[in-house]
C-alpha cells in the first residue's frame, strides 16, 4: 500500500536543479478560486548543494514567483522534497498577488460562447471572486502572475530557466524572463530565412541563419555575417511559442550542419 503523503500550510520544499544547485518553495495557501490547488512562493537564491537549509533564512528570501501546483506529484516523482516548515508563510504580500488566466469561453444567458482565447482574461487574488477584465494589455503583463493549476514539471522549468517552456498560449501575452546566467536555444521562421538564437540570459550570443543561399554563423566576437547580424531583441522580447524552443543539442547540430 502507498504511503499517503501528507502536506500543511508552511511547509518549505527544496528543487535540486540538474545536481548543480538547490532551490526552495513554500507551500502558503489553498486557493479555492483556482480548484483548491495548493499556491507556493519559490525563492529567488540558489544554494550549493552541500548547503543545509535553515528554514528560517529560506522564507527571508525574495520572492521569485507565485503558482498553484499539486505537490504530491512532484514529491512523487522526486522533484521536489520537504526540509521544514516555517510559520511565516508571508501572507502580508500574498494578498497583493494576482493571478490571471485566459478563458476560451463564458456564458450569457444560459448559452455558451466561443472567445477570443486572449482576449477573455480574469484575475483574482487568491480565495477572491475572478474580476473579468477582458483583454491583457501588454503594458500590464507583468502585474500579474499566471493562474493555472501547473504541473511539477513546468514549475522545475521555471525554477530552472525563469520561465516555463511548457506549451502555455498563455506565454504569447506573459513574455518570458530568464535567469541571468540560464542558456535558452530557440528558432524563428522569418521571411525567407531561418534564425536560429542562444540566448544567455536575455541577450542572444550566438546564431545560426539559414536562407536559400546559404548558412550563416554569428556571434558575439563576430556579429555580423553577410547581409546577417546577431540579434539585438532580448528573448522576453519576443512571444516564443513552444514548438519554437530548442535542445543545447539541437541547436549544436544546427551549427555543424546548416539546417
Known amino acids: 500500500m502507498a504511503k499517503r503523503i501528507v502536506t500543511k500550510i508552511g511547509d518549505v520544499f527544496c528543487v535540486e536543479v540538474d545536481g548543480r544547485y538547490k532551490q526552495f518553495f513554500q507551500y502558503i495557501a489553498n486557493d479555492l478560486t483556482c480548484l483548491n490547488s495548493?499556491?507556493?512562493?519559490?525563492?529567488?537564491?540558489?544554494?550549493?548543494?552541500?548547503?543545509?537549509?535553515?528554514?528560517d533564512d529560506i522564507v527571508k528570501d525574495e520572492v521569485m514567483f507565485y503558482a498553484h501546483t499539486v505537490l504530491k506529484f512532484g514529491i512523487q516523482e522526486g522533484v521536489w522534497y520537504k526540509v521544514g516548515k516555517s510559520a511565516d508563510i508571508g501572507l502580508d504580500t500574498l494578498n497583493n498577488v494576482l493571478f490571471g488566466i485566459p478563458l476560451p469561453i463564458r456564458y450569457e444567458d444560459g448559452k455558451m460562447m466561443d472567445l477570443d482565447y486572449l482576449g477573455n482574461w480574469v484575475v483574482w487574488k487568491v480565495n477572491q471572486p475572478w474580476l473579468?477584465?477582458?483583454?491583457?494589455?501588454?503594458?500590464?503583463?507583468?502585474?500579474?502572475?499566471?493562474?493555472?493549476?501547473?504541473?511539477?514539471?513546468?514549475?522545475?522549468?521555471?525554477?530552472?530557466?525563469?520561465?516555463?517552456?511548457?506549451?502555455?498560449r498563455e506565454y504569447t501575452i506573459l513574455n518570458r524572463k530568464p535567469k541571468a546566467d540560464v542558456d535558452s536555444y530557440v528558432k524563428l521562421d522569418c521571411d525567407g530565412y531561418v534564425r536560429n538564437s542562444h540566448f544567455r540570459g536575455s541577450v542572444a550570443v550566438e546564431e545560426v541563419i539559414v536562407d536559400d543561399r546559404g548558412t550563416y554563423y554569428v556571434d558575439k566576437e563576430?556579429?555580423?555575417?553577410?547581409?546577417?547580424?546577431?540579434?539585438?531583441?532580448?528573448?522576453?522580447?519576443?512571444?516564443?511559442?513552444?514548438?519554437?524552443?530548442?535542445?543545447?543539442?539541437?541547436?549544436?547540430?544546427?551549427v555543424e550542419n546548416g539546417e
Not at 555580423?224 to 546577431?230: A, P, Q
Open 132 to 168: 473579468r477584465i477582458g483583454e491583457l494589455k501588454e503594458k500590464d503583463a507583468h502585474l500579474i502572475e499566471e493562474g493555472s493549476v501547473m504541473p511539477y514539471t513546468e514549475i522545475a522549468e521555471r525554477i530552472k530557466y525563469g520561465y516555463p517552456i511548457s506549451m502555455l
Open 222 to 254: 563576430h556579429p555580423c555575417s553577410g547581409k546577417y547580424r546577431l540579434t539585438r531583441t532580448k528573448l522576453f522580447e519576443k512571444e516564443w511559442k513552444f514548438p519554437k524552443f530548442l535542445t543545447q543539442q539541437e541547436f549544436e547540430s544546427r
Open 38 to 55: 495548493s499556491t507556493i512562493r519559490v525563492f529567488q537564491k540558489e544554494y550549493p548543494m552541500e548547503y543545509k537549509p535553515v528554514v
